[in-house]
């Protein structure tokens, strides 16, 4: 894994111990945004990814559990590992029931945190790639007609080209055509294939 490919932001609004880290973490090779206050990094139009955020557990205003909702609610998947000096384990605990990838109390050595971000950094990479797999499964689907869409569904619930027929009131060779067309515009070989895909963006039996 290339640190130089990753984005490490962190909010704290201590300034000494935030500018501490952004110094740590860049000597690690990663590239690193500071920002001291929750409010500041919702400011971003856009989150580099992959990433991962180190996140101050006490913030003032809009603290560190309430900016983890407000990323989940806005649908920004990025991993967040929570930093605190005042921690204690029902707040760990609740931090990573919500998705944290890890929780630090400061004062935490270079190899707690490296191991942190390696990690978090990993499930990012991989969320990265789930979506763009999602989003190209939702942009073939896009492509079909109202009538291939409808075949496409009884398709993955089993049904034999017969059966399809009688469910949306057409002829057999209809919905071969159909199911040809379905197949063709998802560019999959199989049935297995087509639900494995759809299962990914929603879409089962």
């Known amino acids: 894994m290339n640190p130089q490919n990753l984005t490490v932001y962190i909010v704290d609004d201590d300034y000494t111990f935030r500018e501490s880290l952004e110094e740590l973490t860049g ?6 945004q500071g920002f001291g206050s929750a409010e500041d990094f919702l400011k971003q139009n856009l989150v580099q990814r992959p990433a991962c955020l180190l996140l101050d557990m006490y913030l003032p205003r809009l603290d560190g559990f309430a900016l983890q909702e407000d990323l989940q ?3 920004i998947a990025v991993p967040i590992i929570f930093i605190t000096g005042h ?21 935490f050595n270079a190899g ?14 991989q969320n990265v790639k789930e979506a763009a797999q999602r989003a190209r499964i939702l942009s073939l689907i896009a492509t079909l007609t109202s009538r291939e869409d409808e075949v496409m569904r009884q398709i993955i619930t089993g049904k034999l080209n017969k059966q399809i027929a009688v469910t949306l009131g057409t002829a057999e060779k209809t919905i071969r055509k159909h199911r040809g067309r379905v ?3 998802m560019r999959l070989s199989s049935v297995a294939k087509l639900v494995q895909a759809l299962e990914k963006v929603g879409i089962s039996t």
């Open 87 to 107: 921690g204690d384990i029902p707040m760990s605990v609740k931090a990573i029931k919500q998705g944290a990838v890890d929780f630090l109390l400061k004062p």
């Open 73 to 75: 609610d806005k649908g």
């Open 112 to 125: 707690e945190l490296r191991s942190a971000i390696i990690s978090a950094h990993k499930l990012d990479k």
């Open 27 to 32: 000597r690690m090779g990663y590239k690193v």
């Open 183 to 185: 197949m063709k515009k």
